[in-house]
């Protein structure tokens, strides 16, 4: 197991980082025998607007994660309950730990 410059070379001592596209996650250093790591997991939710008025709210990092709303409050409202519902099944299926479901964040674009 290599190491970056000025992290303890023990046995006992490894950085752990679990990270996919569109999750951020703060490392530290953890003693093997009680593996403690922080993770926020964010979710960056974009906007865009048909021609008819109604909002699209997306998150791409989510497959298929996008909603329809009248306004831009409701279609944020949308997604992040269908986002939260993803991500409740993936902590059901056992994809994800209940450390990453208890930290999940959202992140507003600003464009649109």
């Known amino acids: 197991m290599t190491f970056p410059t000025g992290v303890p070379k023990s046995p006992r001592i490894a950085l752990f980082a679990r990270v996919t596209p569109g999750r951020r996650a703060i490392v530290s250093c953890v003693e093997r025998k009680?593996?403690?790591?922080?993770?926020?997991?964010?979710?960056?939710v974009d906007f865009d607007r048909e021609e008819d008025g109604r909002w699209i709210g997306l998150i791409e990092?989510?497959?298929?994660?996008?909603?329809y709303g009248a306004t831009r409050e409701e279609a944020l409202a949308k997604?992040?309950?269908?986002?939260?519902?993803?991500v409740a099944e993936r902590l059901?299926?056992?994809e994800i730990s209940a450390e990453e479901a208890a930290s999940v964040n959202f992140v507003v674009s600003a464009a649109a």
């Open 34 to 44: 009680r593996l403690r790591y922080h993770l926020i997991v964010t979710f960056t």
């Open 61 to 67: 990092a989510i497959p298929g994660c996008h909603v």
């Open 92 to 94: 059901e299926d056992r």
């Open 79 to 86: 997604v992040e309950a269908l986002a939260l519902h993803v």
